[in-house]
């Protein structure tokens, strides 16, 4: 019991499916790992245990052979407190909905359950999951496993702690400016944004928006796509829902095709890049030509992205919290609050003109992806920082004029809608992580898992998950 938290969600699941392991005994074995090590990280602030073995037994009814190829099998996984599942305090990180316990899941929550996870706990996430700090008044900051004085990035910085410590198999987050890829940089797993409607989100005040998604985070590839199966199709209530792939991600990992050209970014023409992770990522990028594959310094024209990104991020706002700026103003954190304001004082034609730009900047892409089929670059511009400091002020002492700028690397990639991951690559002198984004063609999940197999194979650091919480094994330097 007490090694099961070490085996992959693939080894897990199969072990599920062959009956040699049940349900009951895996959600038993997180249990025992979340209590030996969430005191020290402050990942999985709610749990719920009892309603997941009560479904276990209903899962059992049916047997393995009844079950489509994307079957989870009762595997446990946590859910990002920012997604509703029916009975089970959901918070937003927020004080307002402290007590909030809703009686209907969220739409991708819907489909994971009926695919077999077995919901065991709510990741922690910043209020709203605004900001790439994960702290909030309801819970407080969840810690960096890797270095317990550091952030653990956000806004899906519970999920992915709890995933490097050992507490779940797999996790869910969302993603609007970088909270899958960010987390999962700092905390050495990986986070995949997918494409919009790749899973169904919502139900939405907004179903048409694509700026914010949900997607999977897991401790390497072959988990990732095993989850992305389980979560992917078509649901009428996402008007943006595209329909299940004809072929299982999982068949792009374990027979992956090698890419013909590769561009490599440190920093996307963007954003200030600490010279360290810059090296560590430039490192990384280059080793696709041990796999004989040209890589080329180079990336779409993304100019504009932080003015785009900043309007149409505080029209969201709008569309989603304004009303609760009107009755809770003095429970909001002040970063909401200016988010929500910035966008009451937009007028029409700076909103149509962001989606313009926007445009522009997509069809810079589609141009830039008829030449490579592959974009990297670092995931974030930063190591992990002090849990303490709310954000980023400043980079290799380049002052940010807001308190999402450092976010820019992620943001922009979300602008284009293209799928991107953040994959483990290294470490610093210090034993920091540091994560490489990779970025894939417009609805091009499968041949960008398939590529970041390969790398993963080449570096290797899958291995050194799950471990234990303000211990890491001796990995300083490491960078590939």
């Not at 299940?244 to 490599?264: I, K």
Request: with cysteine.
């Amino acid at each position: 019991m007490e090694e099961l938290f070490r085996l992959s969600a693939r080894q897990a699941v199969t072990l599920l499916k062959n009956g040699q392991v049940s349900p009951q005994e895996l959600v038993r074995a997180a249990a025992e790992r979340i209590e030996a090590t969430d005191d020290k990280i402050n990942a999985l602030p709610t749990l719920c245990l009892e309603r997941a073995l009560e479904r276990a037994v209903d899962l059992q009814r049916v047997g393995p052979e009844d079950r489509p190829p994307w079957h989870l099998h009762g595997l446990p996984i946590a859910i990002k407190d920012l997604q509703n599942v029916a009975g089970m305090r959901t918070t937003f990180g927020s004080p307002i909905f402290a007590d909030h316990v809703p009686t209907v899941s969220d739409l991708d929550v819907q489909t994971l359950e009926a695919n077999g996870a077995m919901i065991i706990a709510k990741s922690n996430t910043p209020e709203f999951g605004s900001g790439g700090n994960t702290f909030n008044e309801v819970f407080g900051a969840t810690l960096n496993p890797w270095d317990t004085d550091k952030s653990a990035g956000g806004s899906s910085g519970g999920s992915a702690a709890a995933l490097a410590a050992g507490q779940v198999w797999l996790a869910s987050g969302t993603d609007l400016g970088g909270s899958l890829r960010i987390p999962a940089s700092f905390c050495s797993v990986l986070g995949l944004r997918p494409t919009p409607g790749r899973v169904a989100f919502g139900p939405e005040v907004t179903p048409w928006q694509t700026l914010s998604v949900v997607g999977p985070m897991a401790r390497n590839v072959g988990d990732l796509a095993l989850m992305l199966d389980a979560q992917v199709g078509r649901h009428p209530r996402d008007p943006l829902s595209l329909a299940r792939p004809e072929s299982l991600f999982l068949h792009a990992v374990d027979e992956p095709t090698v890419p013909r050209r590769v561009a490599f970014s440190p920093d996307l023409g963007l954003a200030p890049v600490e010279g360290e992770v810059r090296a560590i990522c430039a490192r990384a990028a280059r080793r696709f030509e041990e796999l004989g594959v040209a890589v080329n310094d180079a990336c779409p024209n993304l100019d504009g992205s932080h003015e785009i990104f900043s309007t149409l991020r505080a029209a969201l706002y709008v569309a989603a919290y304004a009303p609760l700026l009107a009755r809770h103003r003095h429970l909001l954190k002040p970063e909401v609050i200016g988010n929500i304001e910035q966008g009451l004082s937009l007028s029409a034609p700076e909103i149509a003109e962001a989606e313009k730009a926007r445009g522009g900047l997509y069809q810079n892409t589609v141009d830039f992806f008829d030449t490579y089929d592959l974009l990297l670059c670092p995931a974030v511009v930063t190591a992990p920082f002090d849990v303490n400091l709310r954000y980023l002020t400043e980079v290799d002492g380049v002052p940010l004029d807001s308190y999402f700028n450092w976010l820019a690397l992620t943001y922009a990639v979300s602008l284009t809608s293209c799928p991107a991951l953040s994959l483990p690559i290294g470490f610093t002198e210090s034993g920091l992580p540091v994560g490489l984004q990779m970025v894939g063609p417009p609805r091009g999940e499968a041949a960008l898992l398939s590529a970041a197999a390969l790398l993963e194979q080449i570096v290797g650091s899958q291995v050194l998950t799950p471990m234990d919480p303000g211990n890491p094994p001796e990995i300083a330097g490491q960078g590939s």
